[in-house]
């Protein structure tokens, strides 16, 4: 039997106006640890998140031992339009959910490889089988509805910029979340959220709560940021901006 709406709702409450952490380290990442994974939701907690989001059932079951911090359970898997799919069958949710999420994130978007309607359905069946909240990532204000009037308990913007209809998109969309938390809809910002004036941006813009992942978690491409930004720099020597001064004084 699933949670009553009001129980659910309950839940999502824990996520209200804070910062969620996503801890995530493909299999080919340096960071590719379990106990990696561990240590990154342990220092995130500390800092103050008030949620994660984890990928597969062995780092969510092992974070789940060591925090009471709400967590956002998602599998990704493989698949043909270039970027990892996020949860697209029912026996990831369940294994999702057993693992010890307290949300499960699948994606209900219209892609190249499988319509819209495929993906309501799976939620669907979903919400059937499931006792617990389901964040639906989409990508536009229209996914967003269309989940919500499907089951969904809230929605995610993950997929904005990554589908056929939203390839060109600017992210972080502020413009999307505002539309979507219009419609009175708990929206989850989430993509390409880098800095702290992102995060207060996104919740001035309606976001019920902010996703920020390798921001924070990834070093390589946090070291990636700034040395970009350390090759475009150009070489000034010293003595030509500051005269006779000693570079040290």
């Known amino acids: 039997m699933n949670l009553g709406v009001d129980e659910r ?11 969620v952490v996503s801890c995530q380290a493909a299999p080919d990442h340096p960071m590719r640890s379990i106990d990696v ?28 031992e ?20 996020i949860t697209r069958s029912i026996d990831d949710c369940l294994a ?14 219209d892609d190249a490889d499988r319509p819209l309607a495929a993906a309501l359905e799976m939620l669907r ?15 536009t ?7 919500m009037d499907a ?4 929605v995610a913007t993950t997929l904005a910029g990554y589908t056929p209809a939203t390839a060109h998109a600017s992210v972080p969309d502020f413009a999307l979340i505002e539309s979507i938390a219009s419609r009175g809809i708990r929206v989850i910002a989430e993509g390409s959220v880098t800095t702290p ?27 990636a940021r700034f040395a970009r930004a350390a090759n475009a720099a150009e070489a000034t020597p010293l003595h030509a901006t500051t005269g006779s001064r000693h570079p040290l004084s």
Do not use: C, M, Y
Request: hydrophobic share 50%; aromatic share 2%.
């Open 37 to 64: 994974i561990g240590r990154l939701a342990a220092a995130a907690e500390l800092g103050g998140a008030i949620g994660l989001r984890l990928e597969g059932e062995d780092d969510i079951r092992h974070v789940r």
């Open 96 to 109: 999702v959910a057993a693992a010890g999420a307290d949300v499960v994130a699948l994606e209900v978007v």
């Open 9 to 19: 709702a309950q839940t999502l409450e824990r996520f209200h106006g804070g910062l």
């Open 151 to 154: 089951g969904a308990d809230a």
């Open 197 to 223: 004036a992102d995060v207060s941006q996104a919740l001035a813009a309606g976001a019920w709560a902010v996703v920020v992942g390798g921001a924070i978690t990834d070093p390589l491409q946090i070291t």
């Open 66 to 85: 060591r925090t009471g911090l709400p967590i956002i359970g998602l599998k990704k898997t493989r698949s043909s339009i270039g970027r990892p799919g």
């Open 141 to 147: 204000s229209a996914e967003a509805s269309a989940a």
């Open 125 to 139: 069946i979903a919400r059937r089988e499931l006792t617990i909240p389901l964040l639906a990532d989409v990508s």
